[in-house]
């Protein structure tokens, strides 16, 4: 007989229309920190996360109605990579008053992508996996990806977030007349 956690294996990302995606989340009960089925859970995200080319995915992107997700912010120029993490039951505040737009897609809605204000700069409170307390301030990409991810934890998804129609795009022609054309937005 084998110890230890099981090897992660992708999880379903359920799709808008689903319900439990315009649900609001429970938090994280207290008993879960620190536990297998946390780790298992935070394990199977983050190969879901990965293996679907994401920088986020809320618990409610696959069916689990818990106020958690997991998220990885690829390095630039100006910032470090910052590793695969897992926030659970997040306060987000926005950190003054700077919005800005930026292109956004969403696992649960695949192939399109449209233009969502966020605020630029965040600080967020929560617990890791273990149920220790993180704070941490966020700008830029790193924001905008947990203001998405929060989002999913209140039954809200990027199109709900932006201020018009006419940025939504799928995503084949968004990297061929919008990516690969220079402009911005």
Known sequence: MTTGTAVPSPLEVIRLGHPVLRQVAEPVPEEFFGTGRLNDLYRNMVQTMISEDGVGLAAPQVAEGLRLFVY?????????????????NPE??????????????CLSIPGLRGIVPRYSRIKVRARDIEGNAVSLTADGFHARVLQHEFDHLD??????????????????EWERYILNSGTDL
């Open 155 to 172: 039954g809200i998804v990027f199109l709900d977030r932006m201020e018009s129609p006419a940025s939504l795009a799928y995503e084949q």
């Open 72 to 88: 990885w912010v690829p390095g630039d120029d100006d910032h470090p990579d910052i590793a695969p993490k897992l926030l659970a």
């Open 92 to 105: 987000i505040k926005p950190v003054g008053d700077l919005v800005e737009d930026g292109w956004e897609g």
